[in-house]
């Protein structure tokens, strides 16, 4: 059987199942486990399965690296970042988190615009570095390798000298019970103190995204001031509650 095959078979199993088992796929494929463990490997390099002990699961888009999750729901990510792009730029020091909604929200900002970009998302500062009234500051730190964002000790003390007008917090899972949640240790230490460097904190929260709870508490959502959605979440009621403003498309 051929790589393309099996590799196709996998994806198969894994969206019928949810999930394969490297001893079971050997048996029926006829291969050896150590060349399903590198079909896998790819599979998971490029987001389409998850890698865990023994075989693979369904990719958590939560976990899934920077570059796939850019494309997963760009209309709607961008689409927010029009809807928040006036209150944005009203701004002139502002701290741009790591993120796809984030680094799709850059890119929605008017070429006119004059201020300073603070950040921790390469990504974010390559593309703001081409506007010509924009200075950008790159965050020091390690870079995570599937979040793309700079995370570490070096970071945490850069974050501590800062103070921002606004700061666009990247939010992968939030609950009202539980707050703001991530799967990344470092990227939660990360984004306590980054929360802390703001007058405001705004967050680009694509629907999918509410009601889901990770490994790491961040903080509460009543940290948020402000929450651009699209639709009206079930948890609108309790956000506004806390005193998190939530702004969407329908209003």
């Keep these: 059987m ?12 894994v969206a019928d199942s949810g999930r394969v088992v490297v001893t079971d796929l050997a048996k029926e494929m006829g291969v050896t486990e150590t060349t399903l463990r590198k079909d896998l490997q790819e599979l998971d390099d490029r987001g389409a399965v998850q890698r865990v002990h023994g075989g693979a699961i369904k990719p958590d888009t939560e976990l899934s690296r920077f570059e796939n999750r850019v494309d997963l729901g ?4 961008k689409r927010l970042a029009e809807l928040a ?5 009203e701004n002139r020091v502002i701290f741009i988190d790591g993120g796809s ?12 615009w004059e201020g300073t970009v603070i950040t921790n998302s390469p990504a974010v500062a390559l593309w703001m570095s081409d506007y010509d009234h924009v200075e950008v500051n790159m965050l020091p730190g390690t870079i995570n390798h599937k979040s793309k964002e700079t995370v570490g000790s070096a970071a945490l003390t850069a974050l501590q000298q800062l ?7 990247g939010v992968s899972s939030i609950d009202p019970e ?5 799967p990344y240790l470092e990227s939660a230490e990360t984004k306590r103190v980054i ?3 703001g007058t405001k904190v705004m967050s680009l929260i694509t629907p999918e ?3 889901r709870i990770s490994t790491y508490r961040i903080a509460g959502c009543n940290e948020l001031d402000v929450i651009v959605t699209e639709g009206t979440p079930d948890c609108a009621g309790a956000l506004a509650a806390m005193g998190v403003a939530v702004r969407t498309d329908r209003q």
């Design 178 to 182: 539980h707050g703001i949640t991530t």
């Design 85 to 89: 792009m006036d209150e944005i730029c």
């Design 2 to 13: 051929m790589k393309a095959e099996r590799q196709e078979l996998i994806l198969k199993r």
């Design 163 to 169: 103070h921002c007008d606004l700061v666009l917090l």
């Design 101 to 112: 909604t984030n680094y799709l929200a850059a890119q929605a900002f008017p070429r006119d």
């Design 209 to 211: 995204k509410f009601g």
């Design 74 to 77: 760009a209309d709607v990510k």
């Design 195 to 197: 929360i802390k460097a």
